[in-house]
């Protein structure tokens, strides 16, 4: 039996998801017999433990260096400042690298893969390259465009870069271009391209087994029109996302914009509707009394619920997300505003408004002049989005699950 091993970068959950849809599809289309294994920290970990409760002696706890959370996405002073001293319970980074790529190495040498899968663990790929072992990368980065503000990163993702160069096939979890949504994120150069390819992005699919509708969904079903507001990220982020959120609302010219905002929090204590009479309700009782909405707050959506409100809603607004601009733009063919955290997010915005896909929106200002540019010229933006939706490419799981049985026969 070939053993597959799967490293998984513990800084957010993208990571974790394309390897879930990857395991799903690895089982059900290659016919072989594999032994899987995962290796991951932290809250990933944990989550590994509860998606595999039977094979857990396959999955490993290795802790991995990850940036430091800050008041908004990572810290880039107290990440340079954990280099060489503990921060927030972190040991120092030298020391952290140094045992992490030990761990990782005793896995190698104990378990004998014959194929590494690796998703944002670039550590995973030297140990590979070192022990003749194939590797297969998957990512929607590799030397991202800096700002002026952020030039002394650049040495950091000169080193992380060459990382990834050493895998022996890189999947960018992305179409083909000229659609290539992360394409400001990933400046191959021409050496490297042999070894590229473009699978596709790893979309969740339609949903086919519908349960019945939920009164959200019936409530926001008898809308006209409304902008779907989303928070994502660790808790800092989705902090801060939802106080940026509360300041563009305040926006005169926001008193009359419906919006739905999904906290991605599972706290039912958060779901409420706001009439147009500033009252509060239940979303039952703003059903049953037909109540005139102007904001629904919702901890968190089901998978069928997100579905309804992304195919009913005119725009979304969110943080730049990869995955989600690949949904939303490709799978709904609807404009974004993109408030980003990081570097990554913003190259992804800019790329899409470039194309007039969407809004990139740094401040609040800028966010509520968006809102009031896609309502504007919303036919113009939907020219643009039939296109690309078009040459959306949503079989990234598939083609990758090809590109492992071929890497496994040769």
Same mark, same amino acid.
């Given at each position: ?9 513990? *800084? ?125 990368? &998957?990512?929607?980065?590799?030397? =991202?465009?800096? *700002? ?6 650049? =040495? ?13 096939? &890189?999947?960018?979890?992305?179409? =083909? ?9 990933? $400046? ?42 989303? &928070? ?38 958060? +779901? ?17 009394? $037909?109540? +005139? *909405? ?56 800019? *790329?899409?408004? +470039? ?37 959306? +490419? ?17």
């Amino acid at each position: 039996m070939r053993k597959i091993g799967g490293f998984i970068y513990p *800084w957010g959950n993208g990571h974790f998801t394309r390897m879930m849809s990857l395991d799903r599809s690895i089982h059900n289309h290659i016919r072989e017999e594999l032994d899987i294994h995962y290796s991951s920290s932290g809250e990933i970990y944990q989550k590994l433990l509860q998606r595999f409760p039977d094979k857990k002696e396959n999955m490993h706890n290795i802790l991995m260096p990850t940036p430091i959370d800050g008041r908004k996405g990572p810290s880039v002073m107290l990440s340079l400042f954990n280099f060489l001293f503990p921060v927030g319970g972190k040991p120092p980074l030298v020391s952290l690298m140094a045992d992490y790529l030990r761990s990782e190495g005793r896995l190698y040498d104990n378990q004998k893969f014959d194929l590494v899968i690796n998703d944002g663990d670039v550590g995973s790929n030297v140990i590979a390259e070192r022990r003749n072992v194939k590797s297969l990368f &998957i990512t929607n980065q590799f030397r =991202p465009r800096l *700002w002026a503000s952020r030039f002394f990163l650049y =040495p950091g993702l000169v080193y992380i870069s060459k990382n990834i160069a050493k895998a022996t096939k &890189i999947v960018v979890a992305d179409s =083909p271009p000229p659609y290539t949504i992360c394409e400001y994120n990933l $400046n191959f150069p021409e050496k490297l391209k042999t070894k590229v390819v473009y699978a596709g992005h790893f979309s969740n699919g339609i949903i086919n087994n519908h349960s019945p509708k939920s009164n959200l969904e019936k409530l926001v079903e008898s809308t006209d029109s409304f902008g779907y507001w989303m &928070i994502t990220g660790s808790k800092s982020t989705n902090e801060t996302t939802a106080k940026t959120y509360e300041k563009i609302f305040l926006a005169p010219e926001m008193n009359t914009e419906r919006r739905i905002v999904s906290h991605a929090r599972n706290e039912p204590s958060i +779901d409420n509707v706001i009439g147009r009479d500033g009252k509060k309700y239940s979303i039952a009782d703003a059903l049953e009394k $037909n109540v +005139d *909405w102007i904001q629904i707050d919702v901890g968190f959506l089901s998978e069928q619920e997100k579905e309804t409100v992304l195919n009913l809603c005119k725009y979304a607004v969110i943080n730049g997300s990869h995955t989600a601009m690949g949904e939303i733009l490709g799978g709904k063919a609807k404009p974004i505003i993109g408030i980003p955290i990081y570097d990554e997010h913003t190259n992804q915005i800019r *790329w899409a408004q +470039d194309r007039r896909l969407g809004i990139l929106a740094i401040t609040v200002r800028q966010a509520v002049k968006a809102v009031s540019e896609i309502q504007r010229n919303y036919n113009k933006y939907q020219e643009h989005l039939l296109e690309f939706a078009k040459n959306y +490419d949503r079989h990234g799981v598939e083609n990758t699950v090809r590109i492992i049985s071929e890497m496994l026969e040769d």
